[in-house]
């Protein structure tokens, strides 16, 4: 087991390397380190109160504040005004590339169908 001494060394290490290449690993950085990781995260969490993610938003910049407003997941673009009761096929292309086809659909149905995927991811 290291001392306090020498496991804030290797958080300062940590820091350190994470500037030069922000995707390391703690668990990475500790195995090349010869740290055991089980009592790096102890030290972290317990004795610091820090997380993996803190430390890298600290070193990095990075906020891990949710936006005030969400951003939607599926954004409408329409080249003609709807009417409410017209039924038109209606092909939605999300972004994980899922192409999705209604043969016959209503604006009603369209919105209702946005909505859903909005509001659960």
Partial sequence: MMSNRQYQAALEGYKTALVSNPQLT????????????SGFCHYLNDRLHLSVKQIKAEVLGISHELPSKPSPFVEVISE???QEDKTIPIEIVFPSGIKMTVNDGSLTVLNALIDKFNTTV
């Fill in 26 to 37: 703690l668990s990475a950085y500790a195995r090349k380190n010869n740290i055991g990781v």
């Fill in 80 to 82: 003609a005004p709807l």
